[in-house]
C-alpha cells in the first residue's frame, strides 16, 4: 500500500513527520474515505529537503514544477498570494496515488500518537491537535470530520 510506502521512506530519510487528514481521521476510529495522504513535516529547509527525496525515491513527482528550496523559501508567499496549503505529490503512472504535504502546519509544534496499521508504526496527530487543524480549515468535510472526532473522544 502507499501509505506504508511513504511512511517507510520518511523515516528511512529521517523526516520529522505526522499524518494527518482523512487517514488520520480514520487511524483515531472515524469512518472516513479518502484518496490523498496528508502529511505535515517540520517546517525546516533539511525536512523540505529530505521529504522530496523520499517520495521522489519510490516515484512520486511534486505536481508543480517546484523544488524542496522553493517551498521552503516561499511558503508564505506561496500561501498568502497563491493560497497553496499543500505541496502535491502524485504518482505519474498512477495518478490515484496522491500524497499532500501540508505547508500551514508545523510536526514541531504539534503532539503525535503511535497508530498501528498493518503491521506499520505510524505517527499521527494527536486528537486535540487534528481537530484545532480541521477547525481552521473549515471545510464541510472537516466540519464532518470534527464531529466524528468529538465523539470518540
Do not use: C
Not at 494527518?20 to 529547509?45: E, M, P
Not at 499521527?124 to 481552521?136: F, G, H, N, R, W
Amino acid at each position: 500500500m502507499l501509505i506504508e510506502k511513504v511512511i517507510k521512506s520518511l523515516s528511512q530519510h529521517k523526516v520529522q513527520y505526522a499524518l494527518v487528514g482523512g487517514y488520520a481521521v480514520a487511524l483515531h476510529g472515524a469512518v472516513r474515505g479518502t484518496v490523498d495522504i496528508d502529511f505535515i513535516i517540520a517546517l525546516n529547509q533539511r525536512s523540505f529537503r529530505q521529504t522530496e527525496k523520499a517520495l521522489n525515491s519510490i516515484g512520486l513527482k511534486s505536481k508543480l514544477p517546484i523544488i524542496a528550496d522553493d517551498v521552503f523559501n516561499f511558503r508564505e508567499e506561496y500561501i498568502e498570494k497563491r493560497s497553496l496549503v499543500a505541496w502535491s505529490f502524485t504518482n505519474p503512472d498512477n495518478p490515484l496515488e496522491i500524497v499532500d504535504i501540508i505547508i500551514t502546519e508545523d510536526a514541531k509544534q504539534i503532539k503525535s500518537v503511535v497508530k498501528t496499521f498493518n503491521g506499520t508504526r505510524i505517527k499521527v496527530i494527536a486528537i486535540d491537535d487534528l481537530i484545532k487543524m480541521k477547525k481552521k480549515s473549515a471545510r464541510k468535510q472537516d466540519i464532518e470530520d470534527i464531529k466524528a472526532l468529538e465523539k470518540i473522544k
